[in-house]
């Protein structure tokens, strides 16, 4: 008998149920359909009410959260299109909620793993600027292959990102800052600059200062494809 796992990839998550409020729940099943969708890579690329108005910039963010950042990120910037990308049902409840009770016109979320929407739902060089605030740090060694930063993931958001685009990422894991240094320190599409502090805290980030970690952000500028 094959064994089945052979071929199976190697994600950045493990869905988990977790806890999930009533009122969570009901903005995944009433709202979702309004402001995003549950993408499986069959589907294709993303629809055109989804991907924004081309004429405006793309920002994409990957695992969300709960929301509060993307949410007041893209309140403050309503020339631009915002997506995000989240698997955890409680994060993309909360957010909902938010994007209902602010009347947000320009952010649509999308449930799914982020390689499969980045690689098949959205075009070539149409991003401009990819935030992943801290990412899950997979802090055991043994599980460091399940980080989606990774060389397979940088060559993704080469392809994915349009002219002069950004990538923005913070973590409040050493060896997870040292590796992504290490990562795009060898690649020659990308230039460091200076990273734009947020003006909004994450619940992680917020939850790492409280454990004694130190913050590390990154900011890099696409200069070749």
């Known amino acids: 008998m094959k064994n089945s796992s052979i071929h199976r990839p190697v994600r950045s998550f493990v869905r988990r149920k977790g806890r999930i409020t009533s009122s969570q729940k009901s903005a995944l099943k009433n709202l979702l359909?309004?402001?995003?969708?549950?993408?499986?890579?069959?589907m294709g690329?993303?629809?055109?009410s989804l991907l924004g108005n081309p004429k405006f910039p793309l920002i994409v963010d990957i695992g969300f959260g709960d929301g509060e950042l993307l949410v007041t990120t893209a309140e403050d910037h309503a020339e631009s299109n915002f997506i995000g990308i989240e698997v955890y049902d409680a994060g993309i409840g909360h957010c909902l909620k938010l994007i209902e009770q602010r009347k947000v016109n320009n952010l649509k979320l999308i449930s799914g793993d982020a390689v499969e929407v980045m690689k098949f739902g959205i075009p070539n060089n149409s991003i401009n600027q990819i935030?992943?605030?801290?990412?899950?740090?997979?802090?055991?060694k043994r599980h460091h292959k399940r980080r989606i930063i990774n060389n397979e993931f940088i060559l993704l958001m080469t392809k994915k990102l349009a002219e002069n685009g950004i990538v923005n990422?913070?973590?409040?894991?050493e060896d997870y800052a040292d590796q992504i240094g290490d990562l795009f320190s060898k690649r020659g599409e990308f230039l460091e600059k200076s990273s734009t502090a947020r003006n909004v805290s994450t619940k992680?980030?917020?939850r790492?200062?409280?454990?004694?970690?130190d913050i590390f952000n990154?900011?890099?500028?696409l200069i070749s494809q």
Do not use: M
């Open 45 to 48: 690329q993303l629809s055109s």
């Open 204 to 206: 992680f980030e917020k």
């Open 131 to 140: 935030n992943l605030f801290f990412p899950d740090p997979w802090p055991k």
């Open 218 to 221: 990154f900011c890099y500028k």
């Open 208 to 213: 790492g200062i409280s454990l004694g970690h």
């Open 33 to 42: 359909a309004k402001y995003g969708a549950v993408y499986s890579s069959d």
């Open 169 to 173: 990422i913070s973590t409040d894991w």
